[in-house]
């Protein structure tokens, strides 16, 4: 619905067949709305950036302490926790593929792989389970109930029905293997219905996949949530409800603290604000052909879009230079939040 804008500040102009220019809504932020080719956009801030990946092995292992290891290739995140059976791997991301079994071997030599523990049931968190378990034939594989039900619909052979499962909502499941254990506990939809928090006492280590970014924006429309009042919830309360050191957010080049979550809640409030002030503020049909104004998808396209704009030019100065990606992802986030607080209701 936005394919109609240009941003003047990007020094375009296009025309309609009548000759007519697109143009930008007055109060637009000069960062690029979607659907305009964007040459130009913000630099990522030190605060984004992970340490440096051996080009020649590709990916990362951070030792988490207490046997857990987070492994990355500069975008994924996923955990290995080493037991005195062999190892627990928890998401399998194709993107990561075959250098999560590397860096298994590097972390135990000729060590099996045990169990396998699913997030939440996305293709690209556990798409490369299937390889994992045909080396590691007898694995068990483990998921939340709501996780199976999303995985037997999909029956997609690359990722395997779990063999263990779990239900309820906030009632641990204490995964014990070789002398480790992992607690995991379902707080409800959020990012997708089964999405799990994973916690690993003895390294205070969460791992919570696609919900926080330390330091970067969320990926776009809150990075794609299945349930938003669930994302605010969670992210609300994880930092009392775990006393963690280190996050592993399944994203981004680097690990997490507390002081990331505070970040992306603080970042969360201002937009549910400068949403709920917006959609407040906004007029319906103002500016528009009388003609178009008897087409109520074409009234609320312009409504929505006016809505948007605002909350952008509201945001941008405070949180362009805080998160790295904010100029890529702020029109989906914006756009996302005046939804939900028109369909789930205005508190947080
Ligand atoms: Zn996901």
């Known amino acids: 619905m936005r394919t109609r804008v240009l941003a003047g500040l990007l020094m375009l102009s296009a025309s309609w067949a ?18 305009v080719h964007n040459d130009h956009y913000d630099a990522v801030l030190e605060a984004g950036k992970g340490a440096d990946i051996d080009p020649a092995k590709g990916y990362r292992i951070q030792d988490l302490g207490a046997g857990a ?25 194709p993107p990561i593929g075959d250098k999560i079994l590397k860096a298994a071997e ?17 293709v690209d968190h556990i798409g490369f389970a299937a390889r994992i378990v045909a080396t590691n034939p007898g694995m068990e594989i483990v998921a939340h109930q709501e996780t199976a039900d999303i995985l037997a619909r999909a029956n997609d052979p690359n990722r395997p029905m779990p063999t263990m499962t779990f239900g309820g909502i906030d009632q641990p499941f204490t995964l014990t293997a070789g002398g480790q254990s992992l607690d995991l506990t379902y707080s409800g939809p959020n990012h997708e219905p089964g999405n799990i928090e994973i916690w690993h006492a003895d390294s205070q280590t ?8 330390p330091g970067w924006m969320m990926w776009r429309r809150m990075a794609i949530a299945h349930d ?29 603290t507390k002081a990331d979550v505070e970040e992306q809640w603080a970042f969360m409030t201002d937009l549910h604000g400068a949403a709920l002030k917006a959609l407040g503020s906004t007029a319906i049909a103002e500016g528009m052909r009388a003609e178009d104004t008897t087409n109520p998808w074409a009234v609320f396209d312009n409504f929505i879009d006016r809505v948007t704009v605002e909350c952008v030019a509201d945001l941008a100065p405070k949180w362009r230079h805080k998160l790295s990606g904010f100029d890529v992802f702020i029109y989906d986030q914006c756009m996302a939040m005046e939804q939900s607080i028109r369909v789930d209701g205005p508190s947080l």
């Open 69 to 93: 290891f987070m492994v990355t290739e500069g975008t994924y995140q996923m955990m290995i926790v080493k037991t005195d059976e062999g190892l627990i791997v928890v998401d399998a991301p």
């Open 206 to 213: 969460l791992m919570l996949i696609d919900v926080v970014f």
């Open 228 to 256: 938003i009042p669930g994302v605010f919830d969670l992210v609300g309360q994880v930092n009392a409800k775990y006393d963690f050191k280190t996050l592993v957010s399944g994203h981004v080049g680097r690990t997490g």
């Open 106 to 122: 590097e972390i135990a030599p000729g060590a099996r792989i045990t169990h396998l523990v699913y997030r939440h049931a996305h």
């Open 18 to 35: 009548n000759g007519q220019e697109y143009l930008p809504y007055p109060g637009a932020s000069d960062i690029a709305p979607p659907m």
